[in-house]
């Protein structure tokens, strides 16, 4: 395989202005909800909500009050695909639509998908739709026709501040662990990497440097028991330990009703009779015995 590449996304610097969203869209031609009308969430300016089958690149609006409401500061992160280093979703796809690129991004095949939808139950991010038009798996291609001829993807290409970066995965690691030693010297103790090591899933291909927990962000905090290789042996032991219990109970079933049987047919038998001659009377006479 070539070299890896990837996203890093810089939170801090994120403004909220949604050039990815519109990037993606124009260039992937992916189509409006509701005929070009969208509806107004009341959620910040948060109007998309989430990733969905037309929405592959999803900006967050996270509004925090302190608890005297004096204070208040948004938290933004532009949501992606994560391009995993172990994807879930690639390991259940049943017809090998889901593969992995020369560039080390998750891409699906979409003439090969059924639209079974066992990637959408595997994936722990909630990135994966089911298109209502195709009514196959959607999801965003790392602009991998971009990549091909040498382009970088439409959304970091459209990103004025910098808060999406597209290049090597290593490099960007290194870049973004530099970052987070500038952020600790400004004072911002809570700057972290989320994903850039192997602890989620192998690694993402899309991580991120936050400044809050992940559950602020809506990202899970461990993921590492979804991968679906990773529970083959523990549930084929599990499920050997419950045949075995299984067959065991059923012997000692059977053998404890073989001897209540032969108790019960014991029971039952009638005393047998015996003949003796009787000197007295000169006759046979039956004795119970």
């Not at 509806?39 to 608890?67: C, M, P």
């Not at 330990?241 to 012997?251: K, N, P, Q």
Request: glycine share 6%; hydrophobic share 35%.
């Amino acid at each position: 395989m070539a070299q890896a590449y990837g996203f890093y996304t810089d939170t801090t610097v994120c403004i909220g202005c949604k050039a990815c969203e519109v990037a993606c869209h124009q260039w992937n031609a992916l189509p409006a909800r509701n005929d070009g009308l969208v509806e107004l969430s009341g959620n910040s300016y948060d109007n998309t909500q989430a990733l969905s089958d037309v929405d592959w690149r999803h900006v967050k609006f996270i509004e925090q009050f302190s608890e005297d409401r004096t204070s208040a500061r948004w938290l933004m992160m532009s949501d992606v695909c994560k391009h995993c280093v172990n994807a879930p979703c690639l390991e259940v796809c049943p017809t090998g639509a889901i593969v992995r690129t020369e560039f080390d991004s998750v891409y699906i095949q979409e003439p090969a998908c059924n639209g079974c939808r066992d990637c959408i139950s595997a994936c722990p991010f909630g990135v994966i739709h089911v298109s209502a038009e195709k009514h196959i798996a959607q999801k965003c291609t790392f602009c991998y026709d971009r990549l091909q001829n040498n382009l970088p993807p439409a959304c970091a290409q459209a990103c004025p501040t910098a808060s999406i970066q597209f290049g090597p995965i290593e490099i960007l690691k290194q870049r973004a662990a530099l970052r987070v030693e500038q952020l600790h010297g400004q004072g911002s103790a809570d700057a972290y990497l989320y994903g850039a090591d192997d602890k989620i899933l192998g690694g993402l291909n899309a991580f991120y440097l936050l400044v809050d927990k992940p559950a602020a962000y809506g990202l899970p905090e461990s993921v590492e028991a979804k991968l679906p290789s990773r529970l083959v042996w523990p549930s084929s032991i599990r499920a050997m330990g419950t045949s075995v219990v299984m067959a065991l109970g059923m012997f000692l079933a059977f053998t404890r009703r073989k001897s209540e049987v032969k108790t019960k047919e014991l029971r039952t038998i009638k005393p047998r009779s015996e003949w003796r001659y009787s000197r007295r009377s000169g006759r046979k006479r039956r004795l119970e015995g």
